[in-house]
């Protein structure tokens, strides 16, 4: 599942913000969620933006941003981990 909360600070009056990934563990392992932290400030799940928008010399790289708490960090780089390692299964099982 592909979640889009790039606008998730955007509430009818009262109402609150749920993200999608935390709403169960099936969600959470199940997901990616897509926001952009210039546009809200959303905690649920690993942000990563391109090395290349700070310059050529980042072409090569990702960009994620570590200013929050240890635990947080330390949940987004296994999943990180565990994202890349299905990309490359599914990789080879399909070509």
């Known amino acids: ?3 889009d909360e790039i606008h998730c ?3 009818i009056p009262g109402q609150e913000y749920i993200p999608f990934a935390p709403v169960s563990e099936s969600c959470r392992n199940n997901s990616i969620t897509c926001i952009a932290p210039t546009k ?3 905690l649920a799940g690993l942000y990563l933006s391109e090395g ?3 310059g050529e010399n ?3 790289f990702i960009r994620m941003n570590i200013a929050c708490p240890r635990s947080r960090l330390e ?3 296994k999943r990180l981990v565990e994202g ?3 990309y490359e299964e599914w990789v080879l099982a399909n070509c």
């Open 75 to 77: 949940d987004g780089l």
């Open 58 to 60: 980042g072409n090569s």
């Open 52 to 54: 290349r928008q700070y």
């Open 9 to 11: 600070d955007l509430t």
């Open 40 to 42: 809200a400030f959303n």
């Open 1 to 3: 599942m592909i979640s």
């Open 84 to 86: 890349i390692r299905v």
